[in-house]
């Protein structure tokens, strides 16, 4: 590969990654994607220093003067992001730029436009993407700056000095390339790929131990921002559906317990609704309070029911509510929540993290309500009935049927197991709704009409025929447990884990769940795709938890862990030590010498392999005899290397025995120096094979058998000397 081509090579790859890292936050918009694309690949294919020459300069100052009102309409309108409406701005320079590129400074500029892109992708987001794009630019990156630096010394030279290369091709002949016409692409590669890696793992101690700092400027940013319509102050029905279609990863769950162990069907909790009009569902009440703190936790509770509690681990992506979400019967929430505020209702909510993720901890009470413990007669507060007892409007086919699924029921709460047991199973369930969006009343339409429905009809036809069965109640939405990622450990809940189903309050145990939706029929994905799916989710989570957000907590457990490490290997080679001089102590008595020989005479084979490694690793003739060997070996495809390999050996045999190259003399003149000597010849005719393969047409051949007979006579000749 020639100089000119990798060098365009490394060029590209590093403004594509500068491009890729901005693209994958998935804030610009598509129009802008497609444009570069297109210009990046047609500007690789055509010739753009003519086009350079075909435009007047003063057509590019206007163009670009024409763009200044688009990226003010960009700020305020489009956009409406001045970090968006910059990156906007980046990408419109890299397209004029790139069809433009004839100078060195071109490309210079389009490397600093991709280190803005880059800076710019990190305040949007640091996903695993990111990282991957910001190593392929580093690695790119340090390529190109050098082959930069190779191209415009050689130009320098080649005009100023009237260098002339040794060789001249007829594709590089007057391209100012001609010094690198036959480049050693590969080598150069891998040799910045391993200085990359070298930077990188120098630099991973000093992530691990220099002192956390927290910004209160930076926040976590993410990426694409999910809209979940479904969770906010008015649920109309039907509305989850659409939510349902999505695959997008909402949040990642880490538990306390394995999923053998987990309570049946547990759900992550959102938000509970009191009021229905017959069509949505609503808050009456939308007052908001502030939640006590204890030590690193809000309190949501100063009592628990059981003490089988459940801990959580929540890594919620970029969201446009802000609900807290939390398995039932939270009793804390962990501050890293930020400002957290409850209602009436017992939903929690925090600041607005809109273009950022949130993690945070949960404890809650999983308990299953004891029916024995449950009893009519139990007094329920005169607020939750007046509330959760409401009822619109309706057809009265929808009581006689809440009469008819509970006929056979002794008390309140074995209606509800009964009316969530029917539900269950003489409906049907269905993302596609039929009929039911424009009648009057939907869910007189889905019970006696369709039959068949998603979970909020069924879940707002329990709520309401529970109420008219004189048992409060209220719908809730959220997500079920989402899929178990056995890779990393969590619980990965989607867009089309949103859920709704039903609390009803039955003391002592207060607000007890009831789901009476069907099982979903959709199948999990399985097999290769799932577990690519695990994969890539355990990574994210990784690179987010072990990477982003490594605090002061997470360095003191890598130092604790690290200073026990250090200790325990101190006590272990203080133990060795004291055994060693003990035996030290006693005398060594003859059966302890045949107890030696034993074990010397099975562990021969050992030393026996041992013995010559160490003798190559001391003697540097026989280290250097083989070394060469394998080196010649390795490169045979390449006559240069091979040649070089034995005129290097040959001359470090004459500097063993003081024969060194003096400063200033070239290496045809140290070997007709020697000419006097027995070492004289063939040295000489080595020194010439090397010139004629070094210096000579690329296609030259190299007889590897005569350079091996030369070194061995001048070899055998420094021997008689």
Request: hydrophobic fraction near 45%; include cysteine; charged fraction near 20%.
């Given at each position: 590969?020639?100089?000119?081509?990798?060098?365009?090579?490394?060029?590209?790859?590093?403004?594509?990654?500068?491009?890729?890292?901005?693209?994958?936050?998935?804030?610009?918009?598509?129009?802008?994607?497609?444009?570069?694309?297109?210009?990046?690949?047609?500007?690789?294919?055509?010739?753009?220093?003519?086009?350079?020459?075909?435009?007047?300069?003063?057509?590019?100052?206007?163009?670009?003067?024409?763009?200044?009102?688009?990226?003010?309409?960009?700020?305020?309108?489009?956009?409406?992001?001045?970090?968006?409406?910059?990156?906007?701005?980046?990408?419109?320079?890299?397209?004029?730029?790139?069809?433009?590129?004839?100078?060195?400074?071109?490309?210079?500029?389009?490397?600093?436009?991709?280190?803005?892109?880059?800076?710019?992708?990190?305040?949007l987001t640091v996903n695993l993407i990111f990282g991957v794009c910001l190593i392929a630019f580093i690695i790119a990156g340090?390529?190109?700056?050098?082959?930069?630096?190779?191209?415009?010394?050689?130009?320098?030279?080649?005009?100023?000095?009237?260098?002339?290369?040794?060789?001249?091709?007829?594709?590089?002949?007057?391209?100012?390339?001609?010094?690198?016409?036959?480049?050693?692409?590969?080598?150069?590669?891998?040799?910045?790929?391993?200085?990359?890696?070298?930077?990188?793992?120098?630099?991973?101690?000093?992530?691990?131990?220099?002192?956390?700092?927290?910004?209160?400027?930076?926040?976590?940013?993410?990426?694409?921002?999910?809209?979940?319509?479904?969770?906010?102050?008015?649920?109309?029905?039907?509305?989850?559906?659409?939510?349902?279609?999505?695959?997008?990863?909402?949040?990642?769950?880490?538990?306390?317990?394995?999923?053998?162990?987990?309570?049946?069907?547990?759900?992550?909790?959102?938000?509970?609704?009191?009021?229905?009009?017959?069509?949505?569902?609503?808050?009456?009440?939308?007052?908001?309070?502030?939640?006590?703190?204890?030590?690193?936790?809000?309190?949501?509770?100063?009592?628990?029911?059981?003490?089988?509690?459940?801990?959580?681990?929540?890594?919620?992506?970029?969201?446009?509510?802000?609900?807290?979400?939390?398995?039932?019967?939270?009793?804390?929430?962990?501050?890293?929540?930020?400002?957290?505020q409850r209602d009436s209702a017992g939903n929690l909510f925090t600041d607005s993290h809109i273009l950022k993720k949130v993690?945070?901890?949960?404890?809650?009470?999983?308990?299953?309500?004891?029916?024995?413990?449950?009893?009519?007669?139990?007094?329920?507060?005169?607020?939750?009935?007046?509330?959760?007892?409401?009822?619109?409007?309706?057809?009265?086919?929808?009581?006689?049927?809440?009469?008819?699924?509970?006929?056979?029921?002794?008390?309140?709460?074995?209606?509800?197991?009964?009316?969530?047991?029917?539900?269950?199973?003489?409906?049907?369930?269905?993302?596609?709704?039929?009929?039911?969006?424009?009648?009057?009343?939907?869910?007189?339409?889905?019970?006696?009409?369709?039959?068949?429905?998603?979970?909020?009809?069924?879940?707002?036809?329990?709520?309401?025929?529970?109420?008219?069965?004189?048992?409060?109640?209220?719908?809730?939405?959220?997500?079920?447990?989402?899929?178990?990622?056995?890779?990393?450990?969590?619980?990965?809940?989607?867009?089309?884990?949103?859920?709704?189903?039903?609390?009803?309050?039955?003391?002592?145990?207060?607000?007890?769940?009831?789901?009476?939706?069907?099982?979903?029929?959709?199948?999990?994905?399985?097999?290769?795709?799932?577990?690519?799916?695990?994969?890539?989710?355990?990574?994210?989570?990784?690179?987010?938890?072990?990477?982003?957000?490594?605090?002061?907590?997470?360095?003191?457990?890598?130092?604790?862990?690290?200073?026990?490490?250090?200790?325990?290997?101190?006590?272990?080679?203080?133990?060795?030590?004291?055994?060693?001089?003990?035996?030290?102590?006693?005398?060594?008595?003859?059966?302890?010498?045949?107890?030696?020989?034993?074990?010397?005479?099975?562990?021969?084979?050992?030393?026996?392999?041992?013995?010559?490694?160490?003798?190559?690793?001391?003697?540097?003739?026989?280290?250097?005899?083989?070394?060469?060997?394998?080196?010649?070996?390795?490169?045979?495809?390449?006559?240069?290397?091979?040649?070089?390999?034995?005129?290097?050996?040959?001359?470090?045999?004459?500097?063993?025995?003081?024969?060194?190259?003096?400063?200033?003399?070239?290496?045809?003149?140290?070997?007709?120096?020697?000419?006097?000597?027995?070492?004289?010849?063939?040295?000489?005719?080595?020194?010439?094979?090397?010139?004629?393969?070094?210096?000579?047409?690329?296609?030259?051949?190299?007889?590897?058998?005569?350079?091996?007979?030369?070194?061995?006579?001048?070899?055998?000749?420094?021997?008689?000397?």
């Open positions: 590969m020639s100089f000119d081509r990798y060098f365009r090579i490394s060029s590209y790859f590093l403004i594509g990654s500068g491009f890729v890292s901005v693209a994958a936050t998935g804030r610009i918009h598509p129009v802008w994607t497609i444009l570069f694309a297109g210009v990046f690949v047609a500007s690789w294919r055509m010739n753009t220093a003519r086009l350079r020459q075909s435009i007047p300069l003063w057509l590019l100052n206007c163009i670009a003067l024409a763009y200044i009102p688009i990226f003010l309409w960009d700020t305020r309108m489009l956009s409406r992001s001045f970090v968006v409406a910059a990156i906007h701005l980046l990408i419109f320079a890299a397209c004029i730029k790139l069809i433009t590129l004839s100078k060195d400074r071109d490309y210079l500029q389009l490397y600093l436009i991709s280190l803005a892109e880059i800076l710019a992708a990190s305040t340090t390529n190109s700056i050098v082959l930069f630096e190779m191209r415009r010394s050689n130009a320098k030279m080649w005009s100023e000095a009237k260098v002339q290369p040794f060789v001249r091709r007829k594709e590089t002949q007057g391209s100012e390339l001609e010094l690198f016409s036959s480049f050693p692409a590969r080598l150069f590669f891998l040799s910045t790929v391993g200085m990359t890696l070298l930077i990188l793992a120098a630099a991973v101690p000093l992530f691990l131990l220099l002192p956390r700092v927290a910004m209160g400027f930076y926040q976590r940013p993410s990426g694409r921002t999910q809209f979940i319509s479904g969770f906010s102050d008015r649920v109309e029905l039907g509305q989850i559906g659409t939510i349902q279609q999505s695959s997008a990863v909402v949040m990642r769950i880490q538990t306390s317990v394995p999923p053998s162990e987990m309570p049946a069907n547990l759900k992550w909790r959102g938000l509970a609704f009191d009021y229905f009009d017959g069509r949505a569902w609503k808050n009456t009440d939308r007052r908001r309070f502030s939640v006590p703190t204890q030590g690193h936790y809000y309190k949501l509770e100063n009592s628990a029911q059981g003490t089988a509690w459940l801990n959580q681990s929540f890594f919620v992506e970029a969201l446009s509510t802000n609900v807290v979400f939390a398995a039932s019967k939270a009793l804390a929430v962990s501050i890293d929540a930020g400002r957290l993690r945070y901890s949960a404890v809650s009470d999983t308990i299953r309500p004891n029916p024995d413990n449950i009893s009519d007669l139990a007094p329920i507060p005169e607020d939750i009935l007046e509330k959760y007892l409401q009822l619109p409007e309706e057809d009265p086919r929808v009581m006689e049927l809440a009469r008819q699924a509970t006929v056979k029921a002794g008390n309140k709460f074995s209606k509800a197991m009964l009316l969530e047991q029917y539900l269950q199973s003489h409906y049907r369930y269905s993302l596609v709704l039929r009929g039911t969006p424009n009648s009057k009343d939907p869910l007189a339409a889905f019970l006696f009409d369709t039959r068949s429905g998603h979970c909020e009809y069924f879940a707002s036809s329990m709520t309401i025929m529970l109420r008219q069965l004189g048992i409060p109640a209220r719908l809730v939405n959220g997500f079920r447990t989402g899929e178990y990622n056995s890779i990393g450990g969590n619980w990965t809940v989607r867009q089309y884990h949103a859920h709704s189903w039903v609390e009803a309050y039955f003391p002592p145990y207060g607000w007890v769940e009831f789901d009476p939706t069907p099982a979903d029929p959709g199948q999990p994905k399985t097999g290769f795709f799932r577990l690519i799916s695990d994969l890539t989710d355990a990574i994210d989570l990784w690179w987010w938890e072990g990477i982003l957000n490594y605090d002061s907590s997470k360095q003191f457990r890598v130092l604790s862990v690290l200073q026990a490490t250090l200790e325990k290997c101190r006590q272990s080679a203080a133990i060795f030590w004291a055994r060693v001089y003990e035996k030290g102590r006693t005398q060594v008595s003859f059966a302890h010498l045949r107890t030696a020989a034993v074990s010397f005479g099975k562990e021969w084979i050992l030393w026996a392999a041992l013995i010559p490694l160490v003798a190559m690793l001391l003697v540097r003739r026989l280290r250097r005899r083989i070394l060469g060997a394998i080196r010649r070996r390795w490169h045979h495809d390449d006559a240069r290397t091979v040649a070089a390999s034995f005129f290097a050996e040959a001359l470090d045999l004459l500097r063993d025995r003081g024969i060194q190259l003096n400063r200033g003399q070239t290496a045809l003149e140290f070997a007709r120096s020697l000419r006097a000597g027995p070492p004289g010849d063939p040295f000489l005719a080595l020194t010439q094979m090397y010139y004629s393969v070094r210096f000579g047409p690329p296609d030259l051949p190299f007889d590897r058998s005569e350079a091996q007979a030369q070194l061995r006579r001048l070899r055998n000749s420094l021997r008689k000397t």
